[in-house]
């Protein structure tokens, strides 16, 4: 009898949550969706990584940057090996926008070892396309991005420490600072999301097609301008509707659809489990 009673009280209190439109009731039904999300084994797909729980007060504060000084730079690379390290890629494009997300320049780059793959989902691109004089030298790239730059120049975008490094930029030299999306995107419960499912949820926009560094570029200058914008409560919102259940779980990633590997070249950098080369 008093596992009955219990049972009956846990099933009213299970109907209260359901219907009560209070905060705390959404965000018990929330939680109760990742739960049941994680035990049917979809609570953390391969395109989401997570940290730990983090507390509301150390979640990232967005700085807010002018237009004129913002810059959001894209850069695809080629595979040039089989293993997904980054020693096995070599740049083949470079896109950069400005504040207000209008291309300031776009390039092809010819890479110097022989191509292995084109890892045409990722590039937009395929054989010949950096045939015939089309793409520049990785040099007049480098030199052609750092002559739209100043030290008081901001880079956004998801994870730009490779691009960075690919275009050799300098901190204090060619650009002043930086904001990662994939930082002010994640939520309380430790979740960083791709910029793929954020443009999707917060902007209602997909990348169709054959991939383009443009709309990498394009994008992620239109994340941080609604991110730099917003309030406090209104950046919550967004990184809670992240996680909503219309959106949830994210579309699986390139590299997942792909099967993580391309022309016998690995594309698991992220997940061991899928990892065909054998690198760490």
């Given at each position: 009898?008093?596992?009955?009673?219990?049972?009956?009280?846990?099933?009213?209190?299970?109907?209260?949550?359901?219907?009560?439109?209070?905060?705390?009731?959404?965000?018990?039904?929330?939680?109760?969706?990742?739960?049941?999300?994680?035990?049917?084994?979809?609570?953390?797909?391969?395109?989401?990584?997570?940290?730990?729980?983090?507390?509301?007060?150390?979640?990232?504060?967005?700085?807010?940057?002018?237009?004129?000084?913002?810059?959001?730079?894209?850069?695809?690379?080629?595979?040039?090996?089989?293993?997904?390290?980054?020693?096995?890629?070599?740049?083949?494009?470079?896109?950069?926008?400005?504040?207000?997300?209008?291309?300031?320049?776009?390039?092809?780059?010819?890479?110097?070892?022989?191509?292995?793959?084109?890892?045409?989902?990722?590039?937009?691109?395929?054989?010949?396309?950096?045939?015939?004089?089309?793409?520049?030298?990785?040099?007049?790239?480098?030199?052609?991005?750092?002559?739209?730059?100043?030290?008081?120049?901001?880079?956004?975008?998801?994870?730009?420490?490779?691009?960075?490094?690919?275009?050799?930029?300098?901190?204090?030299?060619?650009?002043?600072?930086s904001v990662d999306l994939a930082r002010v995107f994640t939520n309380?419960?430790?979740?960083?999301?791709?910029?793929?499912?954020?443009?999707?949820?917060?902007?209602?926009?997909?990348?169709?097609?054959?991939?383009?560094?443009?709309?990498?570029?394009?994008?992620?200058?239109?994340?941080?301008?609604?991110?730099?914008?917003?309030?406090?409560?209104?950046?919550?919102?967004?990184?809670?509707?992240?996680?909503?259940?219309?959106?949830?779980?994210?579309?699986?990633?390139?590299?997942?659809?792909?099967?993580?590997?391309?022309?016998?070249?690995?594309?698991?950098?992220?997940?061991?489990?899928?990892?065909?080369?054998?690198?760490?």
């Open positions: 009898a008093g596992a009955a009673a219990a049972a009956a009280a846990a099933g009213r209190l299970g109907l209260c949550l359901l219907l009560c439109p209070c905060p705390e009731a959404q965000r018990l039904r929330r939680c109760r969706v990742l739960r049941r999300a994680k035990t049917q084994g979809r609570g953390k797909p391969r395109s989401l990584r997570r940290k730990s729980t983090i507390a509301a007060s150390s979640l990232y504060k967005v700085p807010y940057y002018p237009p004129e000084h913002v810059f959001s730079l894209d850069v695809e690379c080629v595979a040039v090996g089989t293993t997904h390290e980054a020693s096995n890629r070599e740049p083949c494009s470079v896109a950069l926008v400005d504040g207000w997300g209008k291309p300031v320049m776009y390039t092809l780059i010819q890479p110097v070892r022989p191509v292995v793959s084109y890892l045409t989902p990722f590039t937009g691109l395929r054989e010949g396309d950096l045939d015939g004089g089309k793409a520049l030298s990785l040099a007049r790239a480098i030199n052609e991005v750092k002559s739209h730059l100043t030290p008081r120049s901001v880079l956004v975008g998801q994870s730009l420490e490779g691009d960075v490094k690919w275009m050799r930029l300098v901190r204090g030299v060619d650009f002043g600072g309380a419960a430790g979740y960083i999301f791709s910029l793929r499912h954020e443009a999707r949820v917060l902007l209602g926009e997909e990348d169709e097609g054959v991939h383009d560094p443009r709309w990498d570029a394009r994008v992620s200058v239109e994340l941080y301008r609604m991110a730099a914008d917003a309030t406090d409560k209104e950046l919550s919102a967004m990184r809670d509707k992240l996680t909503d259940r219309a959106f949830w779980p994210p579309k699986p990633s390139l590299a997942q659809e792909c099967g993580y590997q391309i022309d016998g070249v690995c594309l698991s950098m992220y997940n061991s489990r899928h990892c065909c080369c054998g690198r760490p």
